[in-house]
């Protein structure tokens, strides 16, 4: 895993993105037995805190102590341990970057359509001091742009003397799917359903796989950028798996954002990354296409109270304290098909039994009203367009709290298991589901 600090050898411990300060709080106050502290599982990178003791203070700790300790190891090794953590250059598809430098970079992925060798830039900012990898992704569909530029926000205004740890972004993804406007590969498959890829797969599942192999294995956490999806828009919103206890943990860092429980799908960027260890949520802003620039503010906002949660940005920011919106969410579907049009904005609170849109048959007059079933807020909606009976038009989400939603992110998982058993002709219990959706294995 990608964490490049050097741990003296005692001092192996667990850690999450963020540093853990109880575990600090022990190291200062402990005897040298406690001073041991296992990792939490193979999976997970260990880190080094920032506050690991030097080697004065390792002579002062361990020399007392009782025979079978720490105090066995001579002290000639103890001198020799490093007084801090070592911060060293990284190396990234065949660049070796010093520490404190910001550099584009090329990452082929060998299969752009024709047969050419066409690079796609990723941005990386070493910092000048030890801290964890975070990646940014962006328009992993060709067709969702403000991931684009909120990517370029961001590192713009990150200056490597500043970060402490590592940022890697990978501004566009899919370039094949940019430079031709669409959704998907040039193979018309689905990126964010390859994942994490195949070698010899298809075109797609190739990309995925250099993706994955050559880039997103360096990160200790990933924010996967994205937009709606077939002229629909989202306000600026985390797509998050709160039954992964890290995964809700990363989402409490976004500062006074709107966090929506949603399993990850099968074969996308940010399921596949979860699931090796790197914890992963969705960022949705606005619509394909097009450039929202006030839900673009939003979204860099919030990447930078993340960034500074986590201490690789200075705490000089103003979201570290509002705490985000947690919302359960449901799309409301057309009854029938014609022209859609809005009475709702974006984002807008709606009471129950409120107009939320009209749709007209242009042909027999036909017309469709949609009213909010529930009191809720507009999280997500269609554009005014043709639309087909059964197309998600709304979505509504219903405010909640964390526990609600990871019991309800639960429950439906274990449904999901259930089914899918019974249609290959097995019969499985609640425990058995239960145990095969556990976050541990999810991890
Ligand atoms: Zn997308």
């Not at 200062?28 to 004065?56: G, R």
């Not at 047969?115 to 990898?133: M, N, Q, R, S, Y």
């Not at 929506?260 to 949705?284: F, W």
């Not at 949660?309 to 509002?322: A, E, K």
Request: proline residues 6%.
């Amino acid at each position: 895993m990608p964490f490049r600090l050097s741990c003296v050898a005692l001092f192996l411990c667990c850690c999450t993105p963020t540093f853990a300060t109880e575990q600090d709080e022990q190291l200062e106050e402990s005897p040298a037995i406690e001073l041991a502290l296992p990792c939490q599982s193979a999976d997970e990178p260990c880190v080094t805190d920032p506050k690991t003791p030097s080697a004065n203070d390792l002579k002062e700790i361990v020399l007392p102590a009782e025979k079978n300790s720490a105090a066995e190891i001579p002290i000639t090794e103890l001198e020799n341990a490093p007084a801090e953590p070592v911060w060293e250059t990284i190396t990234l598809l065949g660049n070796t970057l010093p520490i404190n430098s910001k550099t584009t970079i090329k990452w082929y992925s060998g299969h752009i359509s024709g047969g050419f060798d066409l690079a796609t830039p990723v941005v990386v900012i070493h910092g000048k001091e030890p801290g964890p990898t975070v990646c940014l992704t962006a328009a992993v569909h060709g067709d969702e742009v403000n991931g684009v530029e909120i990517a370029r926000r961001v590192v713009q205004n990150i200056k490597s003397e500043d970060l402490k740890g590592t940022l890697i972004s990978v501004p566009v993804v899919n370039m094949d799917g940019l430079w031709r406007k669409d959704r998907y590969m040039s193979d018309r498959r689905d990126l964010n359903r390859a994942f994490p890829g195949d070698i010899n797969g298809s075109t797609a599942s190739r990309v995925a796989y250099s993706l994955f192999n050559n880039i997103i294995s360096h990160c200790d956490s990933l924010i996967d950028l994205h937009s709606g999806s077939m002229y629909r828009e989202n306000i600026t919103q985390l797509r998050v798996d709160l039954t992964i206890p890290a995964v809700a943990e990363m989402a409490k860092q976004f500062g006074a954002v709107s966090v929506l429980q949603s399993s990850a799908p099968s074969g996308s960027l940010r399921g596949s990354a979860t699931k090796v260890g790197i914890p992963t949520v969705v960022m949705e802003v606005g619509g394909p296409f097009t450039i929202n620039i006030a839900l673009i503010e939003t979204a860099v906002k919030a990447l930078r109270s993340y960034l500074s949660s986590i201490d690789i940005l200075p705490h000089s920011f103003f979201w570290s304290s509002p705490q985000p919106t947690f919302y359960a969410s449901q799309w409301l579907r057309s009854q029938q098909g014609g022209i859609l049009i809005n009475k709702v904005a974006l984002g807008e609170k709606v009471n129950k039994g409120e107009l939320l849109g009209k749709i007209s048959n242009p042909v027999n007059d036909q017309v469709e009203i949609l009213f909010a079933p529930f009191d809720a807020v507009v999280l997500g909606r269609a554009e005014d367009q043709f639309v087909s009976a059964g197309y998600a038009v709304y979505n509504l989400g219903k405010r909640s709290n964390i526990k609600e939603l990871e019991q309800q992110g639960s429950e439906s998982k274990k449904n999901v298991v259930k089914q899918n058993a019974q249609e290959v002709g097995l019969t499985i219990t609640d425990q058995e589901a239960t145990e095969t959706t556990s976050p541990s294995e999810q991890q």
